[in-house]
């Protein structure tokens, strides 16, 4: 009995404790669902195939404006099988056109220099442009000027 309370024990904790990293439809798969950011952190999540597209926000409440930087890596070196974009809502309601990320050599698609001003939300879009199941890491700062 002690031995199966232990490995139920040992189970539990090591399913609160990892880190979730999985690719789900209807998770983060819209603009209205978007999944909210911080900024300094880094995240590791799959993207199901190509009619999958994850979307993330980050909405700029500092009270000032704020230089926005983020990085996708294609994890295994498959950078080039993602299509990575923004979007900004600023808060007089106004709607930026879409943009895409340049396709730089090496492992890296960088949206960087984005001027984020107080109450506006980027809205960052991942897709995949192949019909295989891939991990990737999105990275993200702000800057003050």
Known sequence: MKKFVSSILVFTLML???????AAKGVGDTIESAIN????????LFIQDSTDKDWYKWTNNTGKIKRFEAWLNGNDGDNRN???????KYS?????????ANHYPGPTQILGNLYIPE???VYLSVERVVDTVAQYTISLHAYDN
């Open 16 to 22: 609160a404790f990892s880190t979730s990293a999985f």
């Open 37 to 44: 950011l911080d900024p300094s952190a880094s995240y590791t």
């Open 82 to 88: 993602f299509r990575f974009g923004f979007i900004i």
């Open 92 to 100: 007089n309601g106004i709607t930026s056109k879409f943009h895409y």
């Open 119 to 121: 109450g506006a939300t």
